[in-house]
């Protein structure tokens, strides 16, 4: 079963809506959630979950304060001071570690960016559920830190284990789920080694703020930003697969498989490019020379390719790709479009492709259930 995504249409409203929520939200006494709001868009105010406006991307670094929050719960306010970290589980010298000692281990810095598996999901018809995030769950910081290998090596892994649960000091009640769960991830073994996972402890070279996970968050590059747990409190090594509540029920998709599809935890993203200008809705000047920019990533891969139509998909043509890279960024395009004399209405869409010359999808894949939007999005604009 394929779904199209309907053409975005503008829910300026809706919005304005929300951000008086936000405003009511902070004149009961809640005044950081409103600076954190800064130029944001409310999706929720308790837990809070913000959205970046994205026609507003202008970078290749997204400033913090215009970074997207996704929260599960309320955000702990952990005490730096008595902020202890623990590595247990399989491993022959358990040990915790705190925020002194962390930033006295070799620091690496690297750009990556993090999108919300749940990004654009607003736009599929029919909807889903979940927090309606338009275009603005995604973002692309440099975060500095302690990189996990160095913990596990520390620790010494067993031989005979197999992942590495990441746990967050938030959680509360889910699902069916008796009592409390907290927030927790896991990687396969090789990736938490060699996949460049760091333990974060800044953002855009300051320390991070509480929605963004401070003291530390991981940062698991090429993956959906579930993996990148915030508030980490327990690094856990198992000799079994981890099955919790937010990999197995929560950001898992429907992969076929012999005997039936099986629910498979979100890992890698997805290749995708995205509109930022215009933004859908917007009228654009008959004649005129509009130029239409956005970003393009990929998971472990690169972006080789931005290509852009402006009627519908019949034609399609080369963006410009800008010259900031890195390799867990996203990649900044523009394309100058020479916009016809006739009035009326026209349609654009960005397609990216991959040093393998992958495309990413025409069409919805319903087994990605409401994850993983990375199929060609129109959008409509109007030509006066
Ligand atoms: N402890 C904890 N970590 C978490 C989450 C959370 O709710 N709790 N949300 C995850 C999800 S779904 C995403 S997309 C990213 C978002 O990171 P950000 O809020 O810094 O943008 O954090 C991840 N890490
Ligand atoms: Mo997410």
Redesign the pocket.
């Known amino acids: 079963m394929n779904r199209r995504a309907s053409p975005q249409t503008d829910r300026s409203n809706r919005r304005g809506f929300l951000r008086l929520t936000a405003l009511a939200a902070a004149a009961c006494g809640e005044p950081r959630a409103q600076a954190a709001a800064e130029g944001l868009i409310v999706r929720e105010v308790q ?1 809070k979950n ?1 959205e970046m406006p994205f026609s507003a991307l202008r970078s290749f670094i997204t400033p913090s304060e215009q ?7 309320p955000e ?1 306010n952990l005490d730096p001071q008595g902020w202890k970290l623990s590595v247990e589980g399989a491993v022959e010298r358990p040990f915790e570690i705190n925020l002194e000692g962390l930033l006295r281990l070799p620091q690496r810095t690297q750009t990556v960016l ?6 654009n999901r607003a736009l599929l018809d029919p909807p889903v559920k979940g927090v309606q995030w338009r275009l603005g ?1 995604v ?1 692309n910081a440099r975060w500095s830190g302690v990189p996990l290998a160095t913990l596990l090596e520390w620790a010494r892994v067993r031989p005979g284990a197999v992942e590495v649960i990441l ?4 959680g509360g009640q889910v699902g069916d789920l008796p009592g409390r769960t ?4 896991s990687l396969p073994l090789e990736k938490a080694r060699r996949g460049g996972v760091l333990l974060a402890h800044e ?1 855009n070279g300051k320390p ?1 703020t509480i ?3 401070f003291p530390v ?2 940062v698991v590059p090429g993956w ?9 409190t327990r690094i856990i090594v198992t000799e079994q697969p981890f099955h919790g509540f ?1 990999q197995s029920i929560d ?1 898992a998709y429907w992969r076929p498989s012999p005997g039936g599809r099986t629910l498979t935890p979100i890992t890698q993203l997805q290749l995708k490019a995205q509109i930022a200008r215009p933004s859908a809705g917007e009228t654009i000047r008959a004649g005129s020379l509009q130029r239409i920019s956005g970003a393009a990533w990929t998971g472990d891969g690169a972006v080789e390719a931005v290509e852009v139509s402006t009627d519908g998909g019949r034609s399609w043509s080369r963006a410009r790709l800008q010259r900031e890279q890195a390799q867990y960024a996203w990649r900044l395009w523009d394309y100058d479009w020479a916009v016809p004399q006739a009035v009326g209405s026209a349609t654009l869409i960005a397609r990216a492709l991959d040093e393998e010359r992958r495309m990413q999808p025409a069409e919805r894949d319903a087994n990605r259930r409401n994850y993983m939007v990375s199929h060609l999005l129109p959008v409509q604009v109007r030509v006066r």
């Open positions: 837990p913000l970074f997207y929050v996704r929260n599960h719960f702990p993090l999108e919300c598996a749940g990004n769950a973002g746990e967050g000091a938030d907290a927030f927790a991830r953002m991070l929605s963004h996970g968050r991981g959906y930003g579930m993996a990148s747990v915030k508030w980490l937010f950001y």
